[in-house]
C-alpha cells in the first residue's frame, strides 16, 4: 500500500521554506521535498497552485499556503512533540512573536539578498544546490536575468537595504532581551516562536545544521554581511536554537 507523505514544496535556500522543513523534521514527520529553482519556480508553481511563493504542504488532499498555514496545520496534524505551548496566554505570545517575526523576514532578505546577490556564480550556486551540476550551470549562466527580476519582485535596493539592517538588528536584539531569563523566547522551553526567529535570523550566522549551507569560501559580500553581525550576542541564541533542536532531516524519496 503507498503511503501518504506530506509534499513539501520549497526553495533549498530561502527562510520561509526552512520554517515548514524544521517543522516537520522537529516532530519526525516523514515527507517528500520538492525543490524548485527561484526564478523559473514560477512557470511551475502558477498553473499548478496559482501563486509564486513558497512553502506549500500538500496532505491528504489539503493545499496549505505560505508558511503559517502550514505550521498550524503541522501542529495539528503531527502534535508531538508540540511547538505550541499549552497554556494560553503562553500560546498566544508566541503565535505573535511568530508573526512579528514573519512580518520582518522580507526585510531582513532584501537587505542580505542586496550584498549576496552581485556575486553571479557564487549565490546561483547556493540557489542550485541539489540539483544536478549541469542544471547549476544553466542556472548561472542564465542568473543575471533571474537577478533582475528577484531585485524587481523583493524590491532589493539601497533604501531597503538600510531598512532591513536596522530591522535585524532590533530582532537579535528582541532575542537577547526575551530569551536571558530561560533561553527560549516564551515559557522554559523550545517553541514555534524560537523556531521562527532563529529561522528568519539564520542570514546573520549561517548555522552548520541548516540544510542548504552556503559553502567556504564566501566572496567578499557574503562575508560582508555576516561580518556586520558577527559580535550581536543574539548569534549564539541562533546558533543554539539551530544546534539544540533543528535535528535531522526526515525528507523521504517516494
Not at 96 to 107: M, N, R, T, Y
Not at 127 to 151: D, L, T
Request: glycine letters at 6%; one cysteine or more.
Amino acid at each position: 500500500m503507498a503511503v501518504n507523505y506530506p509534499e513539501l514544496w520549497q526553495f533549498r535556500f530561502s527562510m520561509y521554506p526552512e520554517k515548514a522543513r524544521w517543522a516537520l523534521d522537529y516532530k519526525s514527520v516523514p515527507h517528500v521535498r520538492r525543490s524548485l529553482l527561484p526564478g523559473p519556480h514560477a512557470l511551475t508553481l502558477m498553473p499548478r497552485f496559482g501563486q509564486k511563493t513558497m512553502p506549500i504542504l500538500c496532505h491528504d488532499g489539503r493545499v496549505l499556503k505560505n508558511s503559517g498555514t502550514v505550521l498550524d496545520y503541522v501542529e495539528r496534524t503531527w502534535p508531538d512533540p508540540p511547538l505550541y505551548p499549552v497554556d494560553p496566554q503562553q500560546r498566544a505570545q508566541a503565535l505573535e512573536i511568530q508573526k512579528w517575526f514573519d512580518d520582518i523576514g522580507p526585510a531582513l532578505r532584501r537587505a542580505a539578498f542586496f550584498e549576496w546577490l552581485p556575486h553571479t556564480e557564487y549565490a546561483a550556486r547556493v540557489f542550485a544546490m541539489g540539483f544536478a551540476e549541469w542544471q547549476q550551470k544553466v542556472y548561472a549562466f542564465a542568473f543575471p536575468c533571474v537577478r533582475a527580476v528577484m531585485r524587481m519582485d523583493m524590491h532589493i535596493g539601497a533604501n531597503g537595504a538600510e531598512t532591513g539592517r536596522e530591522l535585524t538588528k532590533e530582532a537579535l536584539d528582541f532575542v537577547v532581551r526575551h530569551a536571558t531569563k530561560t533561553g527560549y523566547l516564551v515559557g522554559n522551553r523550545f517553541s514555534i516562536a524560537d523556531l521562527t526567529a532563529a529561522t528568519v535570523l539564520q542570514p546573520t550566522c549561517l548555522p552548520p545544521e541548516y540544510p542548504a549551507l552556503a559553502p567556504e569560501p564566501r566572496p567578499a559580500g557574503w562575508q560582508h554581511w555576516l561580518k556586520r553581525w558577527q559580535d550581536h550576542p543574539g548569534l549564539d541564541y541562533v546558533r543554539r536554537m539551530y544546534r539544540d533542536h533543528r535535528g535531522q532531516s526526515c525528507a523521504v524519496s517516494e
